[in-house]
């Protein structure tokens, strides 16, 4: 079992970038499969990027691609999200979410792909 806790949200203007942090509990970060989600006010929970075990294997939403970059450092048990060139419509709660993967190289962008999630982190972009 993993525990998520996510940081480094805030206020920024459009244009401006943040990055994200997810940091996990215990020594079995590396198993695990790793997503980035978003949930807007009255909008479904929607996929942002993840990232495959060992970080070779990335997906990402159209809406974020060439904009948002997602890595991992496993020595240090943290998930992250770099976010550039945001925009009013990246405004969002966005939680990192995990899974026990034995594929190393395999991303999952789809909700029900993941067992673990933290409780989110703002993000409130202003025009």
């Known amino acids: 079992q993993v525990q998520l806790v996510e940081s480094g949200g805030g206020l920024v203007q459009a244009g401006g970038s943040l990055r994200l942090s997810c940091a996990a509990s215990?020594?079995?970060?590396?198993?695990?499969?790793m997503g980035w989600f978003r949930q807007a006010p009255g909008k479904e929970r929607e996929f942002v990027a993840a990232?495959?075990?060992?970080?070779?294997?990335?997906r990402y939403a159209d809406s974020v691609k060439g904009r948002f970059t997602i890595s991992r450092d496993n020595a240090k048990n943290t998930l992250y999200l770099q976010m550039n060139s945001l925009n009013p419509e990246d405004t969002a709660v966005y939680l990192c979410?995990?899974?026990?993967?034995?594929?190393?190289?395999?991303?999952?962008?789809?909700?029900?792909?993941?067992?673990?999630w933290g409780q989110g982190t703002q993000v409130t972009v202003s025009s």
């Open positions: 979410a995990g899974r026990p993967e034995w594929n190393t190289g395999r991303a999952f962008s789809s909700l029900n792909d993941y067992n673990y």
């Open positions: 990232i495959s075990l060992n970080g070779d294997g990335t």
């Open positions: 215990g020594r079995t970060f590396s198993t695990y499969a």
